[in-house]
């Protein structure tokens, strides 16, 4: 679950699919940059993130970061693309994904 805030404190939540750097250096997730916590990020980059395997009856274990998160610029795309598409969570995508779908007027974003 990825929370953020608008520049007056009101919280929003948001549950997401995400991806990560083997080595948990980066958590990168896909979304529209017309979604309220696009629009959020870009007004105010702090996050809350809640990471938790809700699939067990007994969710006991989480992990809970804050962090600053941005849109990937278009040169980090690739490399932001490869960790979305192959990191710890790999799995099959239904719809190809090039660099292309984030860039200028598409309205996915990399973050």
């Keep these: 679950v990825l929370a953020t805030t608008s520049t007056d ?5 948001t549950p997401i699919f995400y991806n990560y750097d083997l080595d948990y250096s980066r958590i990168v997730w896909e979304s529209s940059r017309f979604a309220h916590h696009s ?3 870009a ?7 809640a990471i938790a395997n809700f699939a067990r009856r007994e969710a006991d274990e989480a992990v809970y970061l804050t962090a600053k998160a941005t849109e990937v610029p278009p040169e980090g795309l690739a490399a932001a693309l490869e960790v ?3 990191g710890g969570h790999e799995r099959e995508s239904v719809r190809k994904r090039t660099v292309e779908l984030y860039l200028e007027d598409q309205p996915l974003r990399l973050y």
């Design 9 to 13: 404190g009101f919280p929003w939540a």
């Design 43 to 49: 007004a105010n980059e702090n996050i809350s993130i």
């Design 39 to 41: 629009e959020l990020i």
């Design 84 to 86: 979305y598409l192959h």
